[in-house]
């Protein structure tokens, strides 16, 4: 390891290899400006490989781990549907403590599980902020921000004072609620489902034979499209020095998509060939035929029952 | 511009889930007709790869980047039908995996992304690119505009369903039970980031895909020339007039966009909007469902209901009922556009053979 160059080491980053050498005239003090596309095709990957192989969850002993994932499927989505009909907030908050039971008991990860909150719930909590003021929502003042007194601001009258309702506040946490309740639920499904069978469970829920076959296929080769475009993207940064003009990016961006759907045609007539030499017919054979236990039943079973007292509500 | 699961309530993802489900089923078959038993790799891959396209950021104007969806060029390269699946399952992946779209929002995003973003922008790109050659650099303004045509009518029809949540979803207190803003806030909030920034995004990235692929093989870029079975003199006018109906639409779609701004002051909520979505009709469900209901029942009566906010249950009945007839609308027209395709693979190789030496 000594006789590599530094910039070779495991641990460099790609940031060390933009650095200009020293005799090289350097144009500014400060460093070249981060391309969006570069950051943005990392991000992406560490993102997505992540992802898809994280199987870690899935693979410890826990309560939804044992339970078979077509009734896993059908028991989680359908809380998910019944958690749209509820008007009111205890039902959700239950939903959303026997949300965190589920995880618990399944040993997901506490900041996997809190994780998704960042993402869509706290997303809608912003958004749903001003629907929380009396000019969108009517109700009884609960916080009265600012009082205008019937101020004219030009030729508009501004409505007598900016407060939050409380009928605009309890829009908005059902609201909230309601979105975590959901995400909540397919983080459960999905991080305690191992890759290799999550579309398994669609079949449950109706979804033809067909397109399961294409959607597992899609997950393994999804794979390696982004393979193919993380290398397209290491070529590029290897031999650039500075980062370009806006227009460059996109011609680059453009290119790399369009290098990725020459790959993809090329790829899918040599799958086909080789289904074909393998003896593919039309007809599409699953491997798996999994059986179920009482558990599943019961699983079901007890899904079923909250759907039918919360709904009641 | 994927909804997450919380956003629509049961009154829109039912119709739309009942929209998708034929759609789905009509592309499979389509599929499996013109590409044979190469369908499933070609739909697999294609579908990976409509996925990888949505995580390239792009650079845009001013140092902000956005992502493009894809569909209008996938619905180029692979044809539409193809884009339906495909996009469909990327969505699908997406939800299900990813948190990227709601799972009972996938039925409304595949109809927002996966169907009217990639008809739309394939038919204005066939209503502009028409028969030109391969090389012809019409094709990339073509497939540019389209993408950005595309995109915004996808926005367009994503707001909408937004924008109707407080109107048909309130609880018996008469608060909104899901997304809390109306039209008013939504249709301008998405029509400004769509019209300035990620259609844009979606126009270069579209167009410029297109110029590599001509420079590095032109032969991936479907040109009736390319495909002699698919331009028959006698089938021509129906494409025509197919590219000429969407086209319409698209021209007709951006006044939905000026409607609230000329009408929305003052003006009553039912007013306005239906006759903005009566503009738009064909498309999503929910206009659909409203104009189901037009027919079906009176308006007055059920814009009623939802004022006073009785029987929600009742309401959401009469939407799926009218979600139902909106189905029936699209199946008959799903129906009669295929009777007119199956006449032109008839008489197809004969005038196929016409044009192609015309073109030698």
């Known amino acids: 390891m000594d006789q590599l160059p530094e910039w070779m080491l495991p641990q460099s980053t790609p940031d060390q290899w933009r650095t200009l050498p020293d005799g090289l005239p350097q144009k500014s003090a400060r460093p070249p400006r981060r391309s969006a596309a570069r950051s943005a095709v990392r991000e992406m990957i560490t993102l997505v490989s992540g992802m898809l192989t994280d199987d870690a969850t899935a693979a410890r002993r826990g309560l939804l781990q044992s339970i078979d994932t077509r009734f896993k499927t059908l028991g989680l989505i359908g809380i998910l549907v019944a958690s749209t009909f509820m008007h009111s907030l205890v039902p959700l908050a239950i939903c959303y403590l026997m949300c965190i039971t589920l995880a618990a008991a399944s040993r997901v990860s506490a900041r996997r599980f809190l994780g998704v909150l960042l993402v869509v719930p706290f997303f809608s909590l912003v958004i749903v902020l001003p629907a929380t003021l009396n000019i969108v929502t009517q109700g009884h003042p609960v916080w009265t921000i600012w009082r205008t007194d019937g101020m004219h601001l030009g030729p508009w009258q501004l409505p007598c004072m900016l407060a939050v309702t409380d009928s605009g506040l309890f829009i908005a946490s059902r609201f909230v609620l309601r979105t975590a309740v959901c995400v909540s639920l397919v983080v459960l499904l999905t991080s305690t489902t191992r890759w290799s069978y999550l579309f398994h469970g669609l079949r449950a829920l109706g979804v033809p034979q067909l397109f399961v076959a294409v959607l597992n296929m899609m997950q393994r080769y999804l794979d390696v499209l982004i393979r193919s475009a993380e290398q397209i993207h290491l070529a590029k940064i290897s031999r650039s020095i500075t980062s370009r003009s806006t227009r460059q990016e996109q011609s680059w961006v453009a290119a790399g998509i369009g290098a990725l759907f020459r790959r993809t045609y090329r790829l899918s007539g040599q799958v086909y060939l080789a289904m074909l030499s393998r003896g593919y017919t039309g007809e599409v054979k699953l491997l798996d035929s999994p059986r179920s236990h009482i558990r599943d039943w019961v699983f079901l079973f007890l899904a079923a029952a909250l759907v039918a007292l919360l709904l009641r509500f | ?360």
């Open chain 2, 1 to 360: 511009m994927h909804i997450p699961d919380g956003y629509l309530g049961p009154q829109t993802y039912v119709p739309a889930y009942a929209v998708m489900v034929p759609l789905w089923m009509t592309a499979c078959r389509k599929l499996k007709k013109s590409l044979r038993n190469r369908q499933v790799p070609l739909l697999a891959l294609g579908a990976a790869f409509s996925f990888v396209i949505m995580m390239f950021n792009v650079p845009a104007i001013g140092g902000t980047t956005g992502h493009a969806v894809g569909s209008v060029l996938i619905a180029i390269l692979l044809g539409p039908w193809a884009a339906v699946v495909a996009v469909s399952l990327a969505l699908i992946v997406q939800a299900l995996v990813f948190g990227d779209g709601g799972v009972t929002a996938v039925g409304a995003n595949c109809l927002n992304m996966a169907v009217i973003m990639p008809f739309v922008g394939w038919g204005v790109y066939r209503l502009i690119a028409r028969r030109a050659p391969a090389k012809s650099p019409i094709h990339r303004i073509a497939g540019a505009i389209g993408g950005y045509v595309g995109l915004n009518a996808a926005a367009l029809s994503t707001a909408i369903m937004f924008g109707i949540q407080p109107m048909i979803a309130r609880d018996s207190a008469g608060h909104a039970l899901y997304s809390p803003f109306g039209l008013k806030v939504a249709i301008p909030a998405m029509a400004a980031e769509h019209l300035l920034l990620f259609g844009v995004v979606e126009a270069v990235v579209t167009g410029l895909v297109i110029a590599y692929l001509q420079a590095v093989d032109p032969s991936l870029i479907p040109t009736p020339a390319a495909k002699p079975d698919q331009t028959r003199r006698g089938a021509r006018p129906v494409a025509v007039r197919l590219a000429m109906a969407l086209g319409a639409i698209v021209l007709i779609s951006p006044l939905g966009l000026y409607l609230p701004a000329k009408f929305g002051a003052g003006s009553a909520w039912g007013e306005w909007s239906t006759d903005e979505i009566r503009h738009i009709t064909g498309y999503v469900p929910q206009q659909m469902s409203k104009l189901g209901s037009l027919w079906n029942a009176p308006l007055p009566d059920y814009a009623a209901r939802g004022q006073e906010s009785a029987g929600l249950s009742a309401l959401s009945v009469s939407y799926i009922m009218s979600g139902l007839v909106g189905v029936l609308i699209i199946g008959a027209l799903v129906i009669a556009l295929k009777r007119f395709l199956v006449r032109k693979d008839n008489d197809g190789p004969a005038s196929g053979v016409d044009a192609a030496s015309k073109h030698a």
